[in-house]
């Protein structure tokens, strides 16, 4: 009887052993590359190139048009452009006119403001919903403060209405990637309404301590930064506190508010985008990065286990499920209102809508159409007046029942 060769399947299998591992090495690599770079800052990207610059005449009045071309730019709204690095920032009104020539689409926008810089052809930058660079624009009095937080001290702007409630302060948060100029669109409703607002620089920030490692928390770390910077509002005579918080600076006001030492003064939240699922977020991210989603999965479970370390304090790993609507649905109990849109390619806004469905006596979900943390620009007027309303709506009573 013909004896059967083993070595021939061995070689297979060996072949296929050895090609398995180098995928599973591959993967385990981009996953890694992926948990950092979620983790880590970095600077935001200048795709939108100015094309063309022309004098239009409106009226009795001579303005500027720009076009322009990159990502965001033919958004509906109105918007900053930041240029040169930040050394240039432009206000821009809607789209006016638009071109496609040769597969690019160009937009033509109107100068509303040109507050620095130069604008000129072939200058690079990126469209923001921002709008504003400096609080005193919100009509209130502003006063630039330290307080002391893990690591150093950081700084905000303390800026009072005309005629302020007694005891009652709001922080404002921003996100991830952007810096406090993004929630001065968020001050003049909560001025109106009678509060004084504290707008924080928090770890990672310039003028601000970096973080453990110079990385982010996803919220977790950030959080330590909101909690300081209510306990120096109790200083100052706060006795009631409304926190304001965009995209991450969302989840991490919601984990100040259910979660840190002070949360008994906060009295309800205001959110734009907030990122209140971490997970489905960094699918999101994954798959916007072009990576398979067992990439994803790989990179979640590399920050939750600590094998990419993260900057939460005293912790090896991020806790991922901390920061989901179950989590923060358990612990809620002062009123939310959320201004969140089905087109945010960015960060999904199911989160949103599962803690209003955990949560219906507490939390509701304006719908707005538009792009991450660009609610404000598509409607000002909405956004404002909702934020206004509901922030008088906060009632001592509230607090006072916990």
């Excluded at 922080?171 to 991830?176: C, D, K, L, N, S």
């Amino acid at each position: 009887m013909a004896q059967t060769r083993s070595w021939v399947p061995g070689a297979v299998w060996g072949g296929l052993a050895c090609s398995t591992a180098l995928v599973g090495g591959a993967f385990a690599v981009l996953s890694c590359v992926f948990a950092r770079r979620v983790l880590t800052p970095s600077a935001p990207d200048a795709d939108v190139v100015v094309w063309a610059i022309e004098p239009v005449q409106r009226a009795r009045n001579e303005v500027t048009r720009v076009w322009i071309h990159g990502p965001d730019a033919g958004l509906p709204g109105k918007y900053s452009f930041i240029f040169d690095e930040g050394a240039g920032h432009a206000r821009l009104g809607p789209v006016v006119d638009r071109v496609c020539d040769n597969g690019v689409d160009r937009v033509a926008r109107d100068v509303v403001a040109l507050d620095r810089g130069e604008l000129r052809v072939g200058a690079r930058g990126r469209i923001t919903g921002w709008w504003f660079t400096d609080p005193r624009e919100s009509g209130g009095s502003v006063e630039r403060v330290r307080f002391p937080v893990d690591g150093g001290e950081s700084w905000g702007w303390l800026v009072r209405p005309e005629n302020p409630v007694p005891g009652r302060f709001a922080v404002h948060v921003h996100g991830r990637g952007a810096l406090p100029e993004e929630t001065l669109r968020g001050l003049a409703p909560v001025l109106r309404a009678g509060v004084t607002s504290l707008v924080i620089a928090y770890r990672n920030d310039p003028g601000a301590p970096a973080g453990i490692r110079g990385r982010y928390g996803l919220g977790l770390a950030e959080r330590y930064d909101v909690d300081a910077a209510i306990a120096w509002l109790l200083e100052q005579g706060a006795q009631r506190i409304t926190l304001v918080g965009w995209s991450m600076g969302g989840v991490t006001s919601l984990l100040s508010a259910t979660r840190g030492p002070h949360r008994e003064i906060v009295d309800g939240l205001v959110l734009d985008s907030p990122g209140l699922d971490w997970r489905l977020i960094l699918r999101r991210q994954a798959r916007l990065a072009g990576l398979p989603e067992v990439a994803a999965r790989l990179g979640m479970s590399m920050m939750q286990h600590g094998v990419v370390r993260g900057a939460v304090p005293r912790k090896r790993g991020t806790d991922l499920e901390a920061m989901s609507p179950e989590a923060f649905a358990d612990r809620l109990d002062v009123p939310v209102l959320i201004h969140a849109s089905p087109g945010d390619s960015f960060v999904p806004w199911n989160g949103s809508l599962r803690l209003a469905q955990l949560r219906p006596d507490l939390v509701r979900v304006r719908k707005v159409v538009g792009e991450h943390v660009r609610l404000w620009n598509v409607d000002p007027l909405g956004w404002e007046s909702e934020t206004e309303e509901f922030v008088r709506s906060l009632a001592a009573p509230n607090v006072a029942a916990r």
